[in-house]
C-alpha cells in the first residue's frame, strides 16, 4: 500500500484529516520521521504492514491505540484497547493541583481514583518529586498500562492497587480523580472512536452521569486530610449539581479547560 492509496481509504472511511493520518500510520510502519514519509517508498512487507494498520484505523480504531502511545503533560504513555486515552483537557487537573500547591518539594501523599492510564498519578508525580501516590482502577486491562506507565515514568514512587476506589484508605493530601461522567444514553452519540473502542467502564456515568460523584461525595471526606484537596474532573453541563453533592467538602474553585469549559471541581476537606 503507497500513502495515496492509504488516504484514499481514510478518506473514504470518512477519517476527518486522511493525508495527515496517513502520512502519521506510513511514519509508524517504517520507523521514520513524519518528514520523511513524503519520499519514503514502501517494501511490499511494509506496504502490508501499513494496509494492516490502515484498516484499522478505517474501522475508527483511535489512533493512539493503533501506535500504543499517547501524550499527557508531554510524557509518553502506553495505551492500547481496555484503557481510556487521556485527554489533553484532564492536564487542566494538574495545571490546578501546581497553584494549590506551589511548593514542589512537598513530601505529598496522593491518591488517583480511577487511575486508567495512570495519566494524572504519574504527571502529578513527577511535578512533586518527594510525593507517593496510589493509583486505584478496577479494570484488570487498564490496571496493567497503569502499572507498565507507572514503572517506567515514576518507579516506586506510584502504587497501582487492582479493585474499587472504595476500598481507599487514607488519608491523603491530594486526591485527582477524572471518574466516567457521561450519562448512558449519551454515549451512543459519541465519535465512534470513544464509543465503539474506548471502555464502558470509563464512560457510563448512569442514568445523568452522576454516578461516580455521588459515590465520591460520600468516600472523599473519609480519606481526604484535613485541609487536603481533592481536584476532579466534570462533564459539560455538571458543575451546577456539584454544590449539592459535595455538601461535606468546601469548593474552593470550578476551573476551565482550553475551550473554556468549567471542568475541574477543586474541592477543601475543612
Ligand atoms: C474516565 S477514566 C479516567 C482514566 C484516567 N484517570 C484519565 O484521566 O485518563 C475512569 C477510570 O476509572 C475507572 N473506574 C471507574 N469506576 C471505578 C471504581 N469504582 N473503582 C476503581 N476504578 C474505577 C475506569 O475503569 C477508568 O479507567
Redesign the pocket.
Known amino acids: 500500500m503507497t500513502l495515496e492509496e492509504a488516504t484514499r481509504l481514510l478518506a473514504a472511511a470518512g477519517i476527518e484529516a486522511p493525508r495527515a493520518e496517513a502520512r502519521l500510520l506510513l511514519a509508524h510502519a517504517l520507523d521514520i520521521g513524519r518528514d520523511a514519509t513524503l519520499t519514503a517508498i514502501p517494501t511490499p512487507q511494509q506496504g502490508a504492514v501499513l494496509a494492516a494498520l490502515v484498516t484499522r484505523r478505517a474501522a475508527h480504531e483511535p489512533f493512539a491505540y493503533i501506535v500504543g502511545r499517547k501524550e499527557?503533560w508531554s510524557l509518553a504513555f502506553r495505551v492500547g484497547p481496555g484503557?481510556?486515552?487521556?485527554?489533553p483537557d484532564?492536564e487542566t487537573l494538574i495545571e490546578e493541583a501546581l497553584r494549590l500547591v506551589p511548593d514542589k518539594s512537598a513530601p505529598l501523599c496522593i491518591a488517583?481514583?480511577?487511575?486508567?492510564?495512570g495519566?494524572?498519578l504519574v504527571a502529578a508525580l513527577r511535578e512533586f518529586p518527594n510525593a507517593l501516590g496510589i493509583g486505584?482502577?478496577?479494570?484488570p486491562e487498564?490496571f496493567e498500562f497503569a502499572r507498565t506507565n507507572a514503572a517506567s515514568l515514576v518507579g516506586a514512587r506510584a502504587e497501582i492497587r487492582a479493585?474499587?476506589?472504595?476500598g481507599a484508605q487514607g488519608p491523603f493530601d491530594l486526591i485527582?480523580?477524572?471518574?466516567?461522567?457521561i450519562p448512558t444514553a449519551d454515549i451512543e452519540s459519541l465519535a465512534p472512536e470513544v464509543c465503539r473502542h474506548e471502555?464502558r467502564?470509563?464512560?457510563d456515568g448512569g442514568p445523568d452521569g452522576l454516578d461516580?460523584y455521588r459515590?465520591l461525595a460520600d468516600l472523599l471526606p473519609k480519606i481526604l486530610k484535613p485541609g487536603g484537596h481533592a481536584v476532579l474532573?466534570i462533564g459539560i453541563g455538571q458543575a451546577f449539581a456539584m454544590e449539592l453533592l459535595f455538601r461535606k467538602l468546601e469548593i474552593v474553585r470550578i476551573a476551565a479547560d482550553l475551550a473554556g469549559i468549567p471542568r475541574c471541581l477543586v474541592l477543601r476537606n475543612p
Do not use: C, K, Q
Not at 136 to 139: L, V
Not at 163 to 166: A, F, K, M, P, S
Open positions: 499527557f484503557v481510556l486515552i487521556p485527554r484532564t488517583d481514583l480511577g487511575t486508567g492510564s495519566a494524572l486505584f482502577e478496577s479494570s487498564a479493585g474499587d476506589w472504595n485527582f480523580s477524572n471518574p466516567p461522567y471502555p467502564a470509563a464512560l461516580a459515590g474532573e
